[in-house]
């Protein structure tokens, strides 16, 4: 595939503001004179609907395997149906979470990140990938109306742990996302700009 378009996604723990800034990403750029598109996961097609209905929305968590391979599943569709034909376009494809999400969730929940990165060999590499860092308390006091066990304390500290080695590993760029959301907002795009500088 010939690739026109910049692939983008944001990454972060649960409630630390990803679609927030995912979307504010898009409007700025296309203010800027971009052509910008949001997306998201699990996915807009058939498999993230039933990923949402199926695996989200369920009062027990599905087994850590299975959610992988839904996961998996779900984003080589997403990015054959949605993304290619998007970049083909020569859009900037912004994505309110990736297969950083994949690595970061099932592998706190106790899957080998080698076994999840080979069942998503054929997941398209970002082009740039920003994790928003927000401390694990911070999104528990956020969130905690919610019932999903995802969102426990000690699991988001085991999530954090896993991005926080992505960004040491230099695939995820960190951006403190402990700040009022404009600040957090302008230090996003000036990342963006950046690379698409270069």
Not at 41 to 53: M, Y
Not at 58 to 73: G, M, Q
Not at 168 to 188: F, T, Y
Request: net charge positive; hydrophobic share 40%.
């Amino acid at each position: 595939m010939v690739r026109k378009g910049v692939f983008i996604c944001i990454e972060g723990l649960d409630a630390s503001g990803k679609t927030t800034h995912a979307r504010r990403l898009v409007e700025d750029l296309r203010q800027k004179g971009f052509d910008a598109t949001y997306t998201t996961e699990p996915s807009p097609g058939e498999i993230g609907e039933f990923i949402r209905s199926y695996v989200l929305q369920r009062k027990r968590r599905v087994p850590s395997v299975v959610e992988a391979l839904l996961f998996a599943v779900d984003r080589v569709d997403h990015v054959e149906i949605g993304i290619k034909p998007a970049l083909q376009n020569g859009q900037i494809v912004v994505s309110d979470r990736y297969l950083y999400s994949s690595l970061a969730y099932q592998g706190a929940a106790g899957l080998d990140l080698n076994w999840i990165r080979e069942i998503n060999r054929n997941a398209l590499t970002p082009d740039l990938a920003i994790y928003i860092d927000v401390p694990p308390e911070v999104v528990v006091k956020r969130i905690r109306w919610k019932k999903s066990v995802m969102e426990r304390l000690e699991i988001q500290r085991r999530v954090q742990k896993i991005y926080m080695k992505l960004v040491e590993e230099g695939l995820l760029v960190r951006v403190d996302g402990n700040r009022p959301k404009d600040d957090v907002s302008r230090d996003i795009l000036a990342v963006v700009l950046d690379f698409l500088k270069s």
